[in-house]
């Protein structure tokens, strides 16, 4: 028998740290982990122990001969990955942490955010000794895209949470939340009480589409969208237009595939998840029964994972529709599925659109349309959105060998009053920190933020998460890219290059009292937690969330 990792696969790495006879990969050292869809179990170097079993995050690991028929395909997805890269013995050497001399004292790092990648780097440097760590976020609540995020309908990724709270409630970590760094505490400030400050601030704004009536009300970024279903607390007073019978996403990533799970899903389903009360509600009303997903490219190229498209196809009275002429690929794409350079993971996307075309779709069923080689030219609506024209591409090789989609003179209308875009997250400036705009990144060399005028690292300044390397990968690619981030930080006060704080804790603690006085602890986040599961318990809920600021603060504040 050999274990096999499925779908709510976090990409933590947590179980390649436990197995005994290293047979999960791709590593975090191995260049193949920043961009894979998950981390795989060789079978036949398992040895069966179940060592990663009890360390995964988020219960994705099951033994080969407990699979059901949903997860069977994980088999040979596993397989496949190490006939395409099998097993050696020349590994890459994991990253190593300076050692740091007791006489330097106790190390004291600011992190802004309480997403993965802060709670990773959290949890990184509080596994040394003599390290301190003060945590800001701008809401009451941490977590960031786990909480906001997460499909709510994924409670197995949500998991994870279990590492962050652990980590948040040590001893060594002060929370400061409900406290928004460049209004109630400077950059200059945080290095006043800091030796480092680590910005793990995500990629909060979205790209735009760049073509006529995209702002036309009716259009809006998934973004919104998601955090509205999510119960954060700046989009919960949004509203969507749900009335009619179809909606159009553009773009297909993951995220696309979860909002289009959310539209057509039985409420009475979510009703048993975490999603937001009003949006749960404005669901029970909604007409919608289609949804298109419009991608630019082929089957071949889309950006979602395989275990996302495979959940779309294990939906409960939904059927995903694919066009068999836009599931067949060009020639270039084809001849790049059979060759050396193709992943496993592509061919079985373009096998899965493929068998997804040859069903017969039940029209009294809702359904979601996966569309390729198709972008939009125009939103059209006399005041809101109405409907949206496009156009059919093709796949023309670049120079460099890649294929690009072209338009061609083939376009087509359809009618919709809601389209959501999802062509990527980008990160947003910060005050006294220098920005890459055309990366949405804060420009940075392995974490340690670069001053663009010199070209040099500016002094205990450093980034991680997607604001370090750009809206790439899942909420477990984050623990490598924190750690190395960290390895610079110890590296740097090891080396001297830090300079020391000129105040304290205590005086931390009464500037963060004048300038918020409405600031959250970790002990003020546990009465939030509390609340909110014991909301949903009445209900059979695994919580309700707080939707306002107000609400939470007075959990908050409360007794219980």
């Known amino acids: 028998m050999a274990y096999v990792i499925t779908q709510p696969c976090c990409n933590d790495a947590s179980c390649v740290d436990v197995?005994?006879?290293?047979?999960?990969?791709?590593?975090?050292?191995?260049?193949?982990?920043?961009?894979?869809?998950?981390?795989?179990?060789?079978?036949?170097?398992?040895?069966?122990?179940?060592?990663?079993?009890?360390?995964?995050?988020?219960?994705?690991?099951?033994?080969?001969?407990?699979?059901?028929?949903?997860?069977?395909?994980?088999?040979?997805?596993?397989?496949?990955?190490?006939?395409?890269?099998?097993?050696?013995?020349?590994?890459?050497?994991?990253?190593?942490?300076?050692?740091?001399?007791?006489?330097?004292?106790?190390?004291?790092?600011?992190?802004?955010?309480?997403?993965?990648?802060?709670?990773?780097?959290?949890?990184?440097?509080?596994?040394?000794?003599r390290v301190e760590v003060d945590m800001f976020d701008r809401l009451p609540t941490p977590y960031g895209l786990v909480r906001a995020g997460v499909a709510p309908d994924h409670p197995g990724t949500k998991g994870v949470t279990d590492q962050f709270r652990a980590v948040v409630a040590k001893k060594t970590v002060r929370c400061h939340f409900n406290v928004e760094v460049g209004t109630h505490i400077s950059h200059s400030e945080l290095l006043d009480h800091h030796h480092a400050v680590i910005y793990?601030?995500?990629?909060?704004?979205?790209?735009?589409?760049?073509?006529?009536?995209?702002?036309?009300?009716?259009?809006?970024?998934?973004?919104?969208?998601?955090?509205?279903?999510?119960?954060?607390?700046?989009?919960?007073?949004?509203?969507?237009?749900?009335?009619?019978?179809?909606?159009?996403?553009?773009?297909?990533?993951?995220?696309?595939?979860?909002?289009?799970?959310?539209?057509v899903t039985d409420p009475d389903q979510l009703a048993k998840t975490d999603l937001a009360e009003h949006a749960l509600e404005a669901l029970r009303n909604s007409k919608i029964r289609e949804v298109v997903i419009l991608g630019r490219r082929g089957p071949a190229q889309a950006a979602y994972t395989n275990p996302e498209l495979l959940a779309l196809g294990q939906?409960?009275?939904?059927?995903?529709?694919?066009?068999?002429?836009?599931?067949?690929?060009?020639?270039?794409?084809?001849?790049?599925?059979?060759?050396?350079?193709?992943?496993?993971?592509?061919?079985?996307?373009?096998?899965?659109?493929?068998?997804?075309?040859?069903?017969?779709?039940?029209?009294?069923?809702?359904?979601?349309?996966?569309?390729?080689?198709?972008?939009?030219?125009?939103?059209?609506?006399?005041?809101?959105?109405?409907?949206?024209?496009?156009?059919?591409?093709?796949?023309?090789?670049?120079?460099?060998?890649?294929?690009?989609?072209r338009p061609t003179e083939t376009e087509e209308t359809i009618d919709?009053?809601?389209?959501?875009?999802?062509?990527?997250?980008?990160?947003?400036?910060?005050?006294?920190?220098?920005?890459?705009?055309?990366?949405?990144?804060?420009?940075?060399?392995?974490?340690?933020?670069?001053?663009?005028?010199?070209?040099?690292?500016?002094?205990?300044?450093?980034?991680?998460?997607w604001i370090k390397r750009g809206p790439t990968g899942v909420i477990g690619t984050n623990k490598y890219c924190s750690a190395e981030t960290v390895s610079m930080i110890f590296d740097d006060f090891a080396g001297g290059r830090l300079a020391t704080p000129t105040e304290d804790a205590d005086k931390l603690q009464v500037l963060l009292a004048d300038r918020s006085p409405d600031q959250v602890d970790y002990q003020g986040w546990q009465r939030i937690d509390k609340a909110e599961r014991a909301s949903g318990a009445a209900t059979g809920r695994p919580r309700t969330k707080l939707i306002s600021i107000e609400s939470m603060l007075a959990a908050a504040r409360s007794d219980g």
């Not at 705009?437 to 991680?464: H, K």
Request: aromatic share 6%; net charge negative; charged share 25%.
């Open 19 to 129: 197995c005994p006879v290293n047979c999960i990969h791709p590593t975090p050292d191995e260049a193949p982990f920043a961009t894979t869809e998950m981390l795989y179990i060789d079978p036949d170097t398992c040895i069966d122990c179940g060592a990663c079993v009890d360390e995964c995050p988020v219960e994705a690991i099951f033994p080969d001969n407990e699979l059901d028929e949903d997860d069977a395909p994980y088999l040979q997805m596993n397989a496949s990955y190490f006939e395409k890269h099998p097993m050696g013995p020349d590994w890459p050497e994991p990253i190593t942490m300076a050692k740091i001399d007791p006489e330097l004292g106790t190390l004291k790092v600011a992190i802004v955010g309480s997403g993965p990648a802060a709670c990773y780097a959290a949890m990184e440097l509080t596994g040394k000794p």
């Open 200 to 263: 793990a601030v995500g990629a909060a704004g979205d790209r735009k589409l760049e073509i006529p009536g995209e702002d036309l009300p009716g259009s809006h970024a998934a973004t919104e969208f998601v955090a509205w279903y999510n119960g954060h607390p700046g989009y919960a007073d949004r509203t969507f237009d749900l009335s009619g019978e179809r909606a159009v996403i553009v773009g297909n990533g993951n995220v696309a595939l979860d909002v289009a799970r959310i539209l």
């Open 315 to 405: 939906m409960a009275n939904v059927d995903v529709v694919v066009d068999p002429i836009e599931a067949e690929l060009d020639e270039a794409s084809q001849a790049f599925v059979e060759s050396d350079a193709a992943e496993p993971s592509v061919l079985l996307k373009v096998k899965q659109a493929q068998e997804f075309a040859s069903r017969t779709a039940d029209p009294s069923r809702k359904r979601i349309v996966l569309r390729f080689l198709t972008s939009p030219v125009e939103i059209l609506g006399d005041g809101e959105v109405s409907q949206v024209r496009m156009v059919k591409n093709e796949l023309v090789a670049t120079p460099t060998g890649q294929l690009s989609a």
């Open 416 to 465: 919709t009053s809601l389209v959501l875009r999802s062509v990527g997250y980008r990160g947003t400036p910060m005050a006294d920190l220098p920005f890459d705009d055309a990366r949405g990144v804060i420009p940075n060399e392995n974490g340690r933020v670069i001053d663009t005028e010199t070209g040099t690292p500016i002094p205990g300044v450093y980034v991680a998460g």
